[in-house]
C-alpha cells in the first residue's frame, strides 16, 4: 500500500476544566484543504500547550495512522470520525507503528522528517474521547508516533509519503511503546533499545530504568502477557489452564506451593482486577504453566468488590488462544525451611488449597519421601477432591491422608488409608481434635486455604511446636 497523508489537521484552540482548573489544550482540531507550511517548530501557526517527554524538535508533528479510525468507531460505537479526531496533526495512510522505525527519514511534500518516539496518550485525551479513552488507547497500542522537521516546507492532503533512510536494526515504533508501556518485564527487549542510537535521552533514561528493574525482578517485573494453550476441566467446579509465552520464551522457574497473579479487566472502563492462582504443573517444565482455578458465585459484594468476577471469566469466557496478564511466581508456602532429618510433615488444605497442597506433596514424594508426611484435606462437596487423582504417583509412598467433608454435603464421602478416614459430617471439635493430633508429630506444618480455614486452622495450632506456612485464599476470586 502507498503510504500518504490523508489529512493536515490544524488547532481548533479552547479551554478545558480538569480538575477544577479551566487549562488551555490543542486537542481539538480540524482538516483544512490546500498547502500547510512546517518549519522546524511545526506547522506554522500551531501553539504548543505541552511538550512530550524530548526536547520540542522531537515533537513537531503528530502522525496517527487513518487505519486505526475503523477499530475505534467499532470500539466505541461511533459514526465516521473526522478527520484529526485523536488531536493529531497529520493523519496518515499506509504507516503503522509496527512497520516504522526509530530514525527512519520520510518525505512528504516538501517536507522530510524523521521518526523520534511514540505518541502518549494524556488526560487531553480524555477530554475530547471520554473517560478513561487514554487507558484503552494505551492498551491497544495504536498510538501514531512524533516526527523532528529535517527539511522545512509545505505539505497537504494527498501528499505521498517516501521513505529517504532508514535501519533496519532500530527498533519499532512500535517496539518502544510496547517494551515501556506494556511489556516492562522483557529484560532482552529492553536491552536492545538501548542499542538504538535515536532513541531520545529521556526515553533512554526511562528504558535503562526498566531495564534494570526487569533484569533483578525475580521471574519478571510487572505483567507479563501469557497465552492461554491448553484447558482442562477437572470437575464441574474447578478449571486448569495452561499458559505459556506467545513468543516461545521459557518462563521464570518457580518452586512447589508458589503462585501466579493473574489480572483481568471486566469491561473497557473497568479496573483491573488481580487475583491469585496456585501453580499445579511440574516446576522442571517451564515451557508453560498451569494454573487451576475454583470457580466462586458471581454477583456478592465483599469489602465493597466483586465476588467471583475472575474465577468465573477464567472458566466461561477465556479459552485457548487468548492472552492472560500475569505476574511472576511468588509466595512462600514451599518446603525451601525443610531439612533432614526431619520428625513429620502435615499439610492441611481446603477446598482448592488442595491445589496448593499437591505440588508440595509431589516435591515431597522426590526429595523427603523418608520424611512421614500426612496431608487432611476439607472439602465442602465431594467434588473438591478431582484434583486427587494426580496424586497416584505419591500413593506408594509413606503418605498418609484423610478427607474430611463439611456438614450438609449430600452424598459426600470420606477417603483414606486403612482406617484414616473420618466421617463425613465434620464439625469444629473434631477437626480441632484432628489438628492437633497430627501436629504432634509434624515439625513442620503447612495450611492453604480460605482465610477463615487458615485463621480456624492457626488457632487450633497455637500451642503447637511445629513451624507454620499459610497460604490464605480469599473468596474475591
Known sequence: ?????????????????????????????RAVSGKVAVDRGGLVGESRIA??????DDHALSFYPHEHYAHWQRELGCEDFPYGQFGENLTCSGLLETEVHLGDVWRCGEVVVRVRQPRLPCAKLD?????????RFLRSRRVGFLTSVLAPGQVAAGDLLELVERDPDEPTVDDLFRLTQLDTWDAEGLAHLLESR??????????????ELARDAEGWHGLRPLQVVERQPQSEQVVSLWLACPRGKPLAPFLPGQYVMVAWRPGPDDSVLRRPYALTSDPRDLSRYRISVARVPAGALQSDRPAGVVSSALHDV?????????????GHTTLAAVTTPCRGLLFLSEGIGAATVLPLLREWARRFSQVPAVHLHVASAAAQVALFGELSPVEG????????VRDGVEGAAAEGDGGAGVPAALRAASLRAQVQDLAAGAEHVFVAGSSEFVDEVSSFLRDAASQLHVERFGELR
Open 318 to 330: 477465556v479459552r485457548p488462544g487468548d492472552t492472560l496478564l500475569v505476574a511472576a511466581p511468588r
Open 198 to 211: 535515536w532513541l531520545p535521552e529521556p526515553w533512554r533514561e526511562l528504558v535503562a530504568h526498566k531495564w
Open 397 to 404: 509412598t509413606a503418605l498418609r491422608r484423610i478427607v474430611m
Open 1 to 29: 500500500m502507498t503510504a500518504k497523508i490523508q489529512s493536515v489537521n490544524v488547532t481548533e484552540p479552547r479551554f478545558i476544566v480538569m480538575k477544577g482548573k479551566q487549562v488551555a489544550t490543542t486537542i481539538w482540531k
Open 51 to 56: 511538550r512530550s517527554m524530548c526536547d520540542a
Open 127 to 135: 477530554a475530547r474521547m471520554g473517560r478513561r479513552f487514554a487507558g
